[in-house]
């Protein structure tokens, strides 16, 4: 059994879901994990969890004979990468920072320059329900401290950029933390 399948049963058999297995050249193992996704439930991993899981792979990399020399499990942590279709559509609204495979070169209509590859925007499902988009505006942030005068003149526009899985090379949550809640900036409140 493939080593990605040993893990992956081991840590869905104690109730969680492996998002990343790592395997570094010096022998450690790094073994990320979450809670499986249900809609209008979000939990966070712990260092219990994590400790739960560390002590039932040692046994179980025992005894399938696995070479390691250290174990790591860890949360996905802010900048989660985000894998497949599922973990698209429980991020939805969230800021993320997408590197698609190849630059968008002419396609890009002069809208971006043409070898960029990398975005960071609102995730949300395409329009035509095929695929998703990112929605981002190249209008700066105010410094911090500064207020936003409510004459300000017009805004940049947004901008959107569309992408299906399969032309995306790595996916990840925008590290943006508020210090002043203890919710992620890029969520938005339920109803407003």
């Not at 040993?6 to 109730?15: E, F, R, S, Y």
Request: charged share 30%.
């Amino acid at each position: 059994m493939a080593l990605q399948d040993i893990v992956a049963q081991t840590v869905a058999g104690l109730g969680y879901e492996l998002v990343e297995l790592e395997r570094s050249a010096g022998g450690t193992l790094r073994v990320t994990i979450d809670f499986p996704w249900e809609p209008g439930q979000e939990r966070n991993v712990n260092v219990e969890d994590c400790e739960r899981v560390t002590r039932q792979l040692q046994y179980t990399l025992e005894v399938e004979d696995v070479d390691y020399k250290r174990l790591e499990v860890s949360s996905p942590g802010i900048d989660r990468p985000l894998r497949g279709e599922r973990d698209f559509e429980r991020f939805a609204g969230e800021v993320i920072d997408v590197t698609l495979k190849a630059a968008l070169g002419a396609a890009a209509g002069g809208q971006v320059a043409a070898n960029r590859r990398k975005f960071r925007g609102a995730l949300e499902r395409a329009t035509d329900g095929q695929g998703w988009q990112v929605v981002w505006s190249d209008e700066p942030a105010p410094p911090p401290g500064h207020k936003v005068s409510k004459k300000k003149k017009e805004s940049a526009p947004l901008q959107v950029l569309g992408f299906t899985l399969d032309e995306v090379k790595d996916a990840r949550l925008a590290p943006i933390v508020d210090f002043k809640g203890r919710k992620r900036a890029g969520v938005q409140e339920q109803g407003k």
